[in-house]
């Protein structure tokens, strides 16, 4: 019952007439910025940051709540209505989303999606009351072999698990440990990778990072291949739902709840599983199997509620482990860091008020979402048909502006160019931006860990080690890596010659 | 390693050349790591090198898996949008003449302050994205900048130059 104390305090902490304000403000921005075509929750929490720069920590916190649930509420209207989806979360929304639109259903697609975000996002951000802290309890009685043994957990989940190539995703996560060496050494002040440029020795800043490859490398990456004739927007009028869309939706959204919550939580869980999953379950339970592929409410309600309920999960190992699993959560993480505070178990120890606060928050943008989204989904749809030059040009002149002001100075607009660049080769070439972005952030936090275990032993290896916990981390890590060498052994044995084995082992099934 | 199309035999051969450059920048952490100075303390026993000797061997092992994996036929898949048609080649000129904008504003937004480099961006970005409408592209861009320079510098506290408008502002 502390938990729901604090919580309450949370409450208090949030209701006032400025922070409600400050909250509205962050749902209809973040709303506005995530329905925009090509731009995805993480880039709009990274575009409108510099928001944030003058305010509280607390205002800040309640500003990115909000602007964290408008931009993924943003995201599925996007997917809905145009069909091609911004992020690899909102893929499976948009396979019955658009078919619905399109059979002149999108009244009721953008609906159930509100609704059941509503719904998921609630019950989530509730489980995260009662979990985060059990993570908290169980994070702080663990010393610097065991923290170290889970931050190398999250790098392989992220580079290894999610994503379609292991190669590439470690690729990327090697590039983004690289940037984030780059800067003085904190306990004996040499310099490295800074090739004797002055702004470098500070390091180079996660927000510049961010913004460079998520805003600048992306807008570069559509400039190039920008389609001629824009999309087909279908015009929806204001949403809602009949008495048998909500018969059909309610349950879906509690199972994808159900989903979503867990494999956000865990590092490397994600997104894409969980909507996937949903997706299935809905297929085979509906009364209406005919209609997946035409226009299935349930494959929109199930699998949205999941999206945001992992989204909500991911929060668990953010606030309580300062671990971040997605884009987002990476890039709140690196505004956190920004305001001096720490993330890491004791956070929640040493600024409870400002962890209740952020939770606190989640609630209220949450419904604000609710109340907002629903008669103002036509405006929403407007945006939509934003002419693409001026689309793009403008995310170019905020990613600009919000890189010059983190430190005043041009060269991290130079910084900024060099990073855009790496995030179109990145695109291009079918690298996945998450494992870099984690690997700036986390990578430094490793090494004080490692080095700090070092420090027990007196530099022997064996303070690498640990306790139990450590253990099971690297048997799962070894796992993951050596997985596809124990399926091909597998495959051998079974069917010779591991060349064909593909097709003798379909034989032998 | 993955193998996602074994069909597009040959078919990147541009993904060497990512090889190349992730095996050079392994190259290059680990020159840059033998200059440090081996420090060690008692509260730092191994001392910063380590962790970039590291990371250098790793890059130069990933690079290697990297190239077999190439060499097998395995093909990055270029990232899909909204707005991306990936059946159009590279547009270059789109591409070079945003980068020239974007170092214009880079090399302008001290000597003429955020307004009108801020101004100049979008208008030239936009150009170069292909809008023709060239007084509404500057209106919109004037306008964006004047409310991002009073909102954010002189509203939240946040540092935009005013530049050669200090003062008028």
Redesign the interface.
């Known amino acids: 019952m502390d938990n729901l104390n604090a919580l309450l305090d949370g409450f208090g902490a949030v209701l006032t007439p400025v922070n409600l304000l400050i909250a509205l403000l962050g749902v209809t921005v973040g709303t506005a910025v995530g329905v925009l075509p090509g731009i995805g929750p993480a880039m709009t929490v990274a575009l409108l940051l510099p928001i944030t720069y003058g305010m509280q920590p607390t205002q800040a916190l309640i500003l990115f709540a909000a602007i964290f649930y408008g931009g993924m509420y943003g995201g599925s209207t996007t997917s809905i209505l145009l069909n091609t989806p911004g992020e690899s979360s909102s893929v499976v929304t948009a396979i019955e989303g658009n078919k619905m639109a399109k059979a002149g259903r999108a009244a009721q697609a953008l609906a159930t999606a509100a609704i059941g975000s509503f719904v998921a996002g609630t019950i989530a951000t509730l489980a995260l009351v009662f979990v985060m802290p059990q993570v908290v309890e169980f994070a702080i009685s663990l010393g610097a072999p065991e923290y170290l043994a889970i931050i190398l957990v999250a790098f392989v989940g992220v580079s290894a698990v999610l994503g379609s190539s292991r190669v590439r995703g470690l690729a990327s996560l090697l590039v983004g440990l690289t940037i984030g060496l780059i800067g003085i050494d904190f306990v004996t002040g040499q310099q490295r990778m800074t090739m004797g440029v002055a702004q470098l020795a500070d390091g180079i800043d996660v927000v510049v990072v961010a913004v460079g490859i998520f805003a600048v490398g992306e807008a570069l990456w559509v400039a190039a291949h920008l389609r001629r004739k824009a999309a087909e927007v279908i015009p929806v009028g204001r949403p809602w739902m009949g008495k048998e869309d909500w018969k059909r939706s309610w349950k879906p959204w509690l199972r994808g709840t159900a989903y979503g919550f867990p494999f956000g939580a865990i590092p490397a869980g994600g997104a894409e599983v969980p909507t996937f999953l949903s997706y299935m379950t809905e297929k085979k339970l509906s009364k209406h199997p005919e209609q997946f592929g035409k226009g299935a409410i349930e494959g929109v309600a199930g699998p949205e509620a999941a999206n945001n309920a992992s989204a909500a999960g991911t929060l668990v190992p953010m606030l309580a482990l300062g671990l971040p699993t997605n884009a987002t959560a990476a890039i709140m993480l690196a505004a956190l860091e920004g305001y001096g505070l720490e993330p890491g178990p004791l956070l929640l120890e040493k600024q409870p008020d400002l962890v209740w606060a952020l939770i606190a928050s989640l609630f209220i943008g949450n419904t604000m979402l609710l109340v907002l989204n629903l008669p103002l989904a036509p405006a929403w749809a407007k945006l939509l048909q934003i002419p693409r030059p001026f689309l793009y040009a403008g995310i170019l002149f905020f990613a600009s502006m919000g890189a010059y002001a983190v430190n005043s100075q041009p060269f991290d607009l130079w910084l900024l160019l060099a990073l855009g660049l790496l995030g179109f080769a990145m695109r291009r070439f079918g690298l996945p931006v998450l494992p870099l972005i984690v690997g700036v952030i986390l990578g430094p936090i490793a090494e004080k860990q490692a080095r700090r275990s070092l420090q027990l032993t007196g530099g022997d290896p064996s303070g690498l080690i640990g306790g139990p916990v450590a253990w099971v981390c690297y048997a799962i890590i070894a796992a993951v890596l050596l997985w596809p060498l124990v399926a091909k052994l597998l495959k051998a044995r079974r069917g010779g010659d591991h060349h064909d084995a593909e097709t003798k082992t379909e034989v032998s099934v | ?2 193998q ?1 199309s074994l069909t597009g035999r040959g078919g ?1 051969r ?2 060497y050349g ?1 090889c190349a450059a ?1 095996a050079l ?1 392994g190259v290059f ?1 680990l020159v ?2 033998s200059r ?2 081996a ?2 303390s ?7 090198k380590p ?2 000797m590291l ?1 250098g061997i ?2 130069i092992i ?2 290697v ?2 190239a077999v ?1 190439v060499a097998r036929g ?13 059946t ?1 080649r ?3 000129r ?2 070079a003449l ?2 020239g ?3 214009a ?3 302008l ?2 000597p003429l302050g ?1 307004v009108i480099s ?1 101004s100049l ?11 023709r409408h060239h007084i509404r ?1 500057l209106a ?2 004037v306008a ?2 004047l409310i ?1 320079f009073y909102a ?1 510098a002189i ?7 005013a530049g050669i408008l200090q003062g008028i502002l």
Do not use: H, K, R
């Open positions: 390693m993955s996602q990147d541009a993904q990512v992730l920048l952490v840059d790591a440090l100075g420090v060690a008692s509260n730092d026993p191994v001392g910063p962790a970039p990371l790793l890059l990933v690079s898996f990297y994996d395995g093909v990055g898949a270029a990232e899909e949008g909204e707005d991306v048609d990936l159009t590279v547009d270059v789109t591409v945003l980068l904008v974007f170092a504003n880079a090399v937004i001290e955020w801020g961006l979008f208008w030239g970005a936009a150009f170069a994205l292909g809008n592209g919109v861009g964006l900048a991002t954010f509203g939240l506290g946040v540092n935009l130059p």
